[in-house]
């Protein structure tokens, strides 16, 4: 007789059940109207979205000359915070019938019916529009645009995109590259070619990420009829692809940061450490030549959702500390 622990790991290596970098299988414990309405705005995301919009704020505050601690600063942070958690609410909301045919999303509020979807799309629109009126006081009408833009474009073009074509994936790249920019823009008001620098960087290093967890679990978004490109083509070999080919690019697309004066030559070192460490994960899954079907792919699918969400702020961390003034 197996144990709960060794089915649990089958079930992901299969691609059913979910690491602990990404998904939700269980529900909050103790249950709560609090630790449900918590759970949709997905706080491990909007940790990281807020992390990077704090690199952004940091980067542009030290070319400004300005305090990169500030009360501006808290208001991006909780401005963004707040949007992003409204975008994920959203996305929710309008994905919860797919969310209740997926062993890793089943158990979320809406699609295991604690929570009611109206009231759900009323706190997200609430939080929201609280989030975009920050931003627009406190630091500038351009950073409560860009977000309301993100917002929007995350979950009402991608999120309903993704049972339509695996484009998706490239669509919804374009919002979940703005974090680093909005704090950027928090406090230049402007979008310049150091915010370009970190948006490509955002832009590149999601493909890696999201064929990751897309490869990893294949045969749940298959289930709920979400077109991610390993569903369409399970062979895996356009997947395979493109993760090489991304991460390839954002190598010399990270060292951006050093040739415009935002960070030195630690930070290039880091960056092109950090950049083949990224890549070596997807070239270990390539050297595979297995289908997205296989099994044995998934742990190795598994590594490089780990080392996509250990990249991306250790990046970011290593460019604030080596910022130059």
Same mark, same amino acid.
């Given at each position: 007789?197996?144990?709960?622990?060794?089915?649990?790991?089958?079930?992901?290596?299969?691609?059913?059940?979910?690491?602990?970098?990404?998904?939700?299988?269980?529900?909050?414990?103790?249950?709560?109207?609090?630790?449900?309405?918590?759970?949709?705005?997905?706080?491990?995301?909007?940790?990281?979205?807020?992390?990077?919009?704090?690199?952004?704020?940091?980067?542009?505050?030290?070319?400004?000359?300005?305090?990169?601690?500030?009360? +501006?600063? /808290?208001?991006?942070?909780?401005?963004?915070?707040?949007?992003?958690?409204?975008?994920?609410?959203?996305?929710?909301?309008?994905?919860?019938?797919?969310?209740?045919?997926?062993?890793?999303?089943?158990?979320?509020?809406?699609?295991?019916?604690?929570?009611?979807?109206? /009231?759900?799309?009323?706190?997200?629109?609430?939080?929201?529009?609280?989030?975009?009126?920050?931003?627009?006081?406190?630091?500038?009408?351009?950073? /409560?645009?860009?977000?309301?833009?993100?917002?929007?474009?995350?979950?009402?073009?991608?999120?309903?995109?993704?049972?339509?074509?695996?484009?998706?994936?490239?669509?919804?790249?374009?919002?979940?590259?703005?974090?680093?920019?909005?704090?950027?823009?928090?406090?230049?008001?402007?979008?310049?070619?150091?915010?370009?620098?970190?948006?490509?960087?955002?832009?590149?290093?999601?493909?890696?990420?999201?064929?990751?967890? /897309?490869?990893?679990?294949?045969?749940?978004? +298959?289930?709920?009829?979400?077109?991610?490109?390993?569903?369409?083509?399970?062979?895996?070999?356009?997947?395979?692809?493109?993760?090489?080919?991304?991460?390839?690019?954002?190598?010399?697309?990270?060292?951006?940061?050093?040739?415009?004066?935002?960070?030195?030559?630690?930070?290039?070192?880091?960056?092109?450490?950090?950049?083949?460490?990224?890549?070596?994960?997807?070239?270990?899954?390539?050297?595979?030549?297995?289908?997205?079907?296989?099994?044995?792919?998934?742990?190795?699918?598994?590594?490089?959702?780990?080392?996509?969400?250990?990249?991306?702020?250790?990046?970011?961390?290593?460019?604030?500390?080596?910022?130059?003034?």
């Amino acid at each position: 007789m197996k144990s709960a622990a060794q089915l649990h790991d089958e079930t992901t290596l299969q691609g059913l059940a979910p690491t602990p970098t990404v998904g939700e299988t269980y529900a909050p414990s103790p249950v709560s109207r609090v630790s449900d309405t918590f759970a949709l705005f997905k706080p491990r995301v909007t940790s990281l979205v807020v992390l990077t919009a704090w690199a952004g704020y940091f980067m542009a505050a030290r070319k400004m000359h300005v305090a990169p601690l500030s009360w +501006e600063l /808290a208001c991006d942070l909780f401005g963004v915070a707040l949007v992003a958690s409204a975008a994920a609410t959203l996305n929710q909301v309008l994905e919860h019938h797919a969310d209740a045919r997926m062993l890793r999303t089943r158990n979320r509020p809406l699609p295991a019916h604690r929570m009611n979807v109206v /009231a759900a799309a009323v706190t997200g629109t609430t939080v929201g529009l609280t989030g975009v009126a920050l931003l627009a006081v406190a630091n500038n009408v351009l950073t /409560a645009l860009l977000a309301v833009l993100t917002a929007l474009s995350y979950a009402f073009i991608y999120t309903p995109l993704k049972s339509k074509s695996p484009v998706s994936t490239f669509v919804g790249a374009f919002p979940g590259a703005m974090p680093a920019v909005l704090g950027w823009t928090a406090v230049t008001g402007r979008f310049d070619r150091e915010a370009l620098a970190l948006f490509a960087i955002g832009f590149l290093w999601q493909f890696p990420h999201f064929f990751s967890i /897309a490869w990893l679990y294949r045969e749940d978004y +298959e289930r709920a009829g979400i077109r991610m490109l390993p569903v369409v083509k399970p062979d895996g070999e356009s997947t395979i692809r493109r993760i090489l080919v991304y991460g390839a690019l954002l190598i010399p697309v990270s060292l951006a940061p050093t040739y415009l004066g935002m960070a030195g030559r630690f930070y290039f070192a880091a960056a092109l450490i950090l950049g083949f460490g990224y890549l070596y994960f997807g070239v270990r899954l390539a050297a595979l030549k297995l289908p997205a079907t296989s099994a044995q792919t998934k742990k190795a699918a598994r590594h490089l959702l780990q080392a996509s969400v250990i990249y991306l702020p250790l990046l970011f961390i290593v460019m604030m500390i080596d910022g130059v003034r």
